[in-house]
Structure formats: C-alpha cells, structure tokens
C-alpha cells in the first residue's frame, strides 16, 4: 500500500527526480513547472557504499583469470548498436583491433539481446574477445573498476565511472548524462576502429596522468534515499490540497 502511495504521490506531482542539476536546467527549460522538479543527485554512490564490501569481496577476477588493469571490459544491449548485423560486426572489428592495439584481452559481457544478435556475426573474426553470460551487480561493478577501460553504452556508465574512478568510453552519439562530458568523465564516440582506439588512450591517458578526472559533483550523494523521502513527506499536504483537491 505504501508503495503504491508513492507511486501516485510521484506521477501525479513529481514531475521529475533529476540527477543533476544540469538536467534539471533542461526540464525547466522544456517549460515544467519549477515547484515539480527536484534535483536529488544519483542513488548509485548510496549503493556502492552499502555494498562495498560485497564488492570488494569478489573474487571475478580470480574466476576469469584477469589481472588488474590488464584487460577491456565490453557492454553493449542498444538497438542501435546490435540490431544492425553489418554495424554489430563493425563494432566487434573495431574492438578486436582494440585488442591488438593496447595487447589486452577483452571480456565482453553479453545481454540476452546481444546474445541473440550475434549469431548473426562471424565469430571468427574475434578470436580475442571472450564472451561471458550477465554477471550479478557485486561481480560487475569489481569487474568494471579493476579494468584498463570498460567500453559499454549503458545508461549508467557515466556515473559508475565517475563514482569508481576508472577510464571509460560510450559508445553511442549521444548520451543523457552531460554532466559527465562537462568534467571529462568519459569519452564518447560512434565506435569506428581508429576513433574508439583514440577515445580509449585519452580516457585511460587521463587516468595515467597527474590529474585524474574529478568527479561529477550531483553524483557525490551519501543519503539520495533520505532526500527523496524528505520531498515526498514534505509535499504529501500541498498534493493533496492543491491537486487532489482533498
């Protein structure tokens, strides 16, 4: 029942929960109202700090027979990029000469989607990629924060980079968390063989030089589940009189 309150709660007032406030900047300038939009940061620090120590307890490393930092982590589910056979296969050309390039073995993590999509692909021609089933949230994140460069285009990526310190490259056209190109979080690129091999040397050069990229400020939130509980208790009255009409 309680959820079922915050749902309506949320749909019928919160407009939106943003991230940052850069996103929330681009909802009030779509003309939502000001009073319906809240900046509350990223729950994704709140999470990694509860279960850090399941995180660093992993031993997926081990399992995979990988060193730190000497292998590229591979995640990739959009539309965009797997339901095209030529443009799949593209990709994994321009990743199998990613591995030759920096000499690193590559574990390409596999949805069911991209599973499914690449029987249509030559598997021949990847012969350093090693593809591997869905792995639980504690295996992946250790996965992802002890790799050279993780090369993905989740939704997530920009935060889980920021948050966990390590080199990343999206490979999309364009991606809904800015604020993370703002500060040099990631790079972003179509995945051609020679850009995504440039994009991979100047996210892990960044990394590798005196300054390491600094992190997306909105994304620095040890308590996003209180904030969001505050807003919602704070508003429960003014929703129910000046929407609800009660």
Known sequence: MKNRYFSSFCSYYCESTTYSQNAKENLLAEGLPIDRVFCVGSPM???????????????????????????????????????????????????EAVSQKFDLPVVFSTHPRTRERLKSTSPAKTTRIRFIDPLGFFDYVKLQRSAFCVISDSGTLTEESSLLGFPAVTLRESHERPEGTDVGTLVMTSGDRQSLISAIEIASGHYQSSINPAPVVDYLVADFSWRVLKIVTSYIDYV???????
């Open 45 to 95: 620090k709140e999470i990694f700090d509860h279960y850090i120590t399941q995180i660093d307890g992993s031993e997926i490393l081990k399992k995979l027979d990988l060193t730190a930092k000497k292998y590229l982590v591979v995640s990739l589910h959009r539309e965009e990029n797997v339901d095209q056979p030529d443009k799949l296969q593209k990709l994994l050309d321009s990743i």
């Open 240 to 246: 129910n009189q000046r929407v609800w009409h009660k």
